[in-house]
């Protein structure tokens, strides 16, 4: 055989064993990998989502002062290289400015990735309000499957909510074959979840995993007897009024919602969760969520490590992070890329920035070094904006 003719049989012979190997059922996700990449703001419509119905939608009202001032030209830089698509600043409940760029706006739905997580959180309270939830300390072995071994028989849901199973679940994003990957192009996110397993004893370290969330939601699911997002568009997209339906991608068709990323929707239905924060769990004359319960989801507990930083947690509370600033603390929902949901209760304010991309930097509190950015371009414009009344 002419060396040619051995290249060729050989080539044919990777390239067939390539196409075996991405066409096993198991490797689902990697053919997905391979055909999308990176996961983007804009992939609701690579996957199947569930509906979340915005059941009784009032658009905000806007301040007397709307758009009046600009974005301080000293942050536009930053702006345009994270690629900035939307930013939006609640005052007193109203629009005081939003700004988007790049074909987006007030009505485009981008992803929110790990911002989901709040939602989670949220809809945890909400079942504890329920009572289909008994508390915070009830075992996540009366739930789910699997769960009841002895490994696993002291693991609560509030080591869920704080982040502190001390499960296996590696959060990676710079790998195809990592298990966040796996998970966001994967088609059976059930299994994934339930095949984790025990490393530590739960509630000594926080260290922030999808996994840990997406057991969270199968917990809700099991004590509520509805899809995710039913209860979700039940408990809190439909009480808080938002303007527009609100999309949550699934595993696959018929599958299971991504509880821990892909809600889908934009910057001021975003904001409602800020202001919901803002409101301590109330929408006007509605309770949403219990006042208490809220409370803890957004006071890290600080009896627990932050193990990336090996100091006591000051950071994270149920699925919501903290920026411990003086002179005033601030809660956020934060994602994938910078998106963010920053809730400032001395100001009265939500600020809401999405895009494609975020710094690489982080602070002494493990806070990523833009939001800095956001938090002072906003903060001028409430301030111009009270110079203006």
């Not at 997406?214 to 938002?242: C, F, H, M, N, R």
Request: glycine share 6%; with cysteine; charged share 20%.
């Amino acid at each position: 055989m002419s060396t040619k003719k051995k290249i060729l049989l050989t080539a044919g012979v990777i390239l067939t064993g390539i196409i075996i190997f991405l066409a096993w059922p198991s490797n689902y996700y990697l053919r997905q990998t391979l055909i999308h990449l990176y996961p983007s703001i804009d992939d609701a419509s690579i996957f199947s989502s569930h509906i979340i119905k915005a059941g009784n939608p009032h658009p905000w009202l806007a301040s007397e002062n709307y758009n009046q001032a600009k974005i301080n030209e000293k942050y536009l830089p930053v702006f345009k290289e994270l690629e900035t698509v939307a930013f939006l600043v609640i005052k007193d409940e109203k629009i005081l400015f939003e700004q988007y760029w790049n074909g987006y706006n007030e009505y485009s739905e981008t992803n929110s990735f790990s911002m989901a997580k709040s939602m989670v959180g949220l809809l945890v309270g909400c079942a504890i309000d329920d009572g289909l939830i008994r508390s915070v300390d009830q075992p996540v072995k009366d739930f789910v499957p699997g769960f009841d071994n002895e490994k696993f028989k002291t693991l609560t849901i509030k080591h869920l909510l704080t982040m502190s199973a001390g499960v296996d679940f590696e959060e990676s994003y710079s790998s195809p074959f990592s298990t966040t990957t796996r998970f966001y192009y994967g088609n059976n996110l059930k299994k994934m979840t339930l095949d984790m397993k025990q490393l530590e004893e739960p509630g000594v370290y926080v260290n922030y995993q999808s996994g840990v969330t997406q057991l969270l939601s199968l917990i809700v699911e099991k004590a509520t007897g509805k899809a995710l997002s039913d209860y979700a568009s039940e408990k809190i997209w439909t009480p808080i009024q938002a303007e527009h339906d609100a999309l949550w991608s699934l595993d696959k068709k018929d599958g299971i919602e991504k509880a821990y990323c892909c809600y889908y929707s934009n910057a001021r239905d975003f904001a409602r969760l800020g202001q919901l924060i803002l409101n301590k769990g109330c929408w006007g004359d509605h309770r949403v969520i219990s006042e208490e319960y809220l409370h803890a989801s957004i006071t890290p507990d600080t009896s627990l490590i932050y193990k990336k930083l090996g100091i006591p947690n000051q950071v994270y509370g149920y699925q919501w992070w903290n920026i411990p600033r003086k002179p005033q603390n601030i809660y956020y929902a934060r994602g994938l890329y910078g998106q963010y949901i920053l809730a400032i209760p001395d100001l009265h304010a939500v600020i809401v920035r999405l895009g494609h991309k975020q710094s690489d930097g982080r602070d002494e509190f493990d806070t990523p070094s833009d939001v800095t950015t956001w938090l002072e371009a906003g903060m001028e414009i409430l301030q111009s904006a009270q110079n203006k009344s």
